[in-house]
């Protein structure tokens, strides 16, 4: 089943909680659940690291078309289709595209701030740093579809960073991955300085290629629909050593 689909079934039969499970109960009031997707995801098979799992993928899910929503009033922008921007970032079967706008639109009109689902996905993620990066990263993608980034939602992204736990150096690493000057920099992409010796060079590059295979991601709760931020982060990396390498006459 797709995370869309697991999402109706979320809604349908299993609880969350939090600011974000309260999504899901007013999605459930607003659409055509899927009982028997909500059967398989409440009772599943008895594998409590399955249930775990599923709840992360759908936490996360939730938790990125929840500050997405919030971010697309960040900008002051009231003509964009902010839905159509996060289908361009992270395509939804055109099955699923009515309940996902939906989703998009409740989260929106919500009246809780987005700190608190910033919280609840912090708490949850709290021994998984690397799942809030990838929250983040989502974020930016989706600030990004408009080749621009406006300040309000600068100030809204750090504050998401802040409330995550991420240092300034983490959140402006991610930053300057996608907007900065320099974003094309390959010692920028491998978040080292040019006077990293050699050594130290492939220890970075290793240990950001482990953190960012879409093995790893899927591993650490992020649904397969998301991979594209490990694959597009992956080829960048792997282009950073090959110029690094060739710039420094490394076999």
């Known amino acids: 089943m797709s995370i869309w689909g697991k999402i109706a079934g979320a809604a349908a039969g299993m609880a969350i909680g939090g600011p974000l499970g309260a999504l899901l109960g007013a999605l459930a009031g607003h659409m055509f ?14 594998h409590g690291e399955r249930k775990i799992r599923e709840r992360d993928e759908i936490a996360f899910t939730i938790g990125v078309i929840a500050l997405a929503a919030k971010l697309a009033k960040a900008d002051g922008t009231v003509t964009r289709d902010e839905v159509e921007v996060f289908k361009r970032v992270f395509p939804v079967p055109r099955e ?6 939906q989703l998009f639109n409740l989260a929106k009109q919500d009246v809780a701030g987005f700190d608190s689902y910033a919280k609840q996905l912090a708490s949850l993620f709290r021994n998984r740093l690397g799942v809030l990066e990838d929250l983040l990263d989502s974020l930016f993608l989706i600030a990004k579809a408009d080749h621009a ?20 150096a ?29 050594d130290d060079l ?50």
């Open 33 to 46: 659940v899927d009982r028997e997707a909500g059967r398989q995801l409440s009772d599943g098979d008895g």
């Open 96 to 101: 699923e595209e009515a309940n996902v706008g």
């Open 149 to 168: 980034l406006h300040p309000g939602e600068l100030e809204f992204l750090r504050n998401v960073a802040d409330l995550f736990g991420l240092t300034p």
């Open 170 to 198: 983490q959140f402006e690493r991610i930053r300057a991955s996608h907007f900065g000057l320099d974003r094309d920099d390959p010692y920028v992409i491998l978040g080292i300085d040019r006077s990293t010796t050699d």
């Open 202 to 251: 492939k220890k970075a590059y290793h240990r950001l290629v482990r953190e960012h295979h879409p093995d790893k991601l899927m591993a650490r709760g992020v649904p397969a629909e998301f991979v594209r931020l490990a694959t597009d982060k992956l080829a960048s990396i792997n282009g950073a050593y090959e110029a690094i390498k060739a710039e420094r006459g490394i076999n």
